[in-house]
């Protein structure tokens, strides 16, 4: 079955950053587009963004452009998410997706 483990997140101060990866198993990889999603404590699953089977012209959420990056290793079955100039409000489970089956997440969270 289609699984995604996340890894990579932790305690950062604002300002700092992240890279989270996410490495898919299940399905092939290579031939499917993925996404970033989160859920902050208290709210709803936030899409941040997506990139391509073929790691090409990813999109994201006018919340985090210009300080996350999505990319793609097909051939490690991995999805990245490089995050900068993290903010008190980017603090959430994040997960890697496609549709709507997604990983357990790992938890970021931006504090001094």
């Known amino acids: 079955q289609v699984q995604f483990v996340e890894s990579g997140g932790g305690l950062v101060q604002p300002g700092g950053s992240l890279r989270l990866s996410c490495v898919g198993s299940?399905?092939?990889?290579?031939?499917?587009?993925l996404s970033w999603v989160r859920q902050a404590p208290g709210k709803g699953l936030q899409w941040l963004g997506a990139?391509?089977?073929?790691?090409?012209?990813?999109s994201y959420a006018a919340s985090v452009k210009g300080r996350f990056t999505i990319s793609r290793d097909n051939a490690k079955n991995t999805l990245y998410l490089q995050m900068d100039n993290l903010k008190p409000d980017d603090t959430a489970v994040y997960y890697c997706?496609?549709?709507?089956?997604r990983g357990q997440g790992t938890q970021v969270t931006v504090s001094s």
């Open positions: 997706a496609k549709g709507a089956q």
């Open positions: 299940g399905f092939t990889f290579s031939d499917h587009a």
């Open positions: 990139i391509n089977s073929k790691g090409e012209a990813p």
